[in-house]
């Protein structure tokens, strides 16, 4: 791959439905579809309490998984059951900006490279007060990784948020993964 270039590489999206809420899903499925191909690769993981009534009405807008109680169980799931080349995590509710894949092809040098959005807290001055550019710290909305480079690390594990993403980004730097905090992609 060619560093600092678009190339076209194939991009999927995991859509993380904790709770069931077909409005959040519904709105995050239309600015998928109005901004991207009506064929790009969505998958939709949900927790393990869903029930199979609600699985159905999930499957009508995408395709859909139970995952298990947290968020890192709905993570592990969407990356298994998801593209399997690149893939971008989003919360239902999010509304997707156009053009994500071609700003992270932007970026990546290979599949080790796992990519998230730089996420600025202003205070009521506009004035920046906190900038979440830490990959154990920035918002899952827009995390892009690679499945291969998923499957080779591991899942995520059930503990505190923040520490199981702590831990997993040890192992993952052990085994050469790159963390990219990238400017512009941050979801509305």
Known sequence: MTRFKHEELSFGFVILLPEFNPGALQGTMRSIRNRYPKDFPVVCVTGKDTTAAELKEIKEYCPA????HTITSLINTGMKKGNKAWNIIIMAGAVV????DQRYSYWIESEKDVLYPIVVDYNRDGYPV???AEFYEATLNGL????????????LSNDVFEWS????ALDA???????????GTKMC
């Open 173 to 183: 730097a052990k085994q050469g993964v790159k963390f990219k905090a990238i400017l």
């Open 165 to 168: 993403r702590k831990i997993w």
């Open 97 to 100: 900006r156009p053009s994500l």
């Open 65 to 68: 998984h139970r995952g298990k």
């Open 130 to 132: 906190k900038i979440y």
């Open 144 to 155: 892009c990784m690679h499945h291969k480079t998923f499957k080779s690390v591991g899942d």
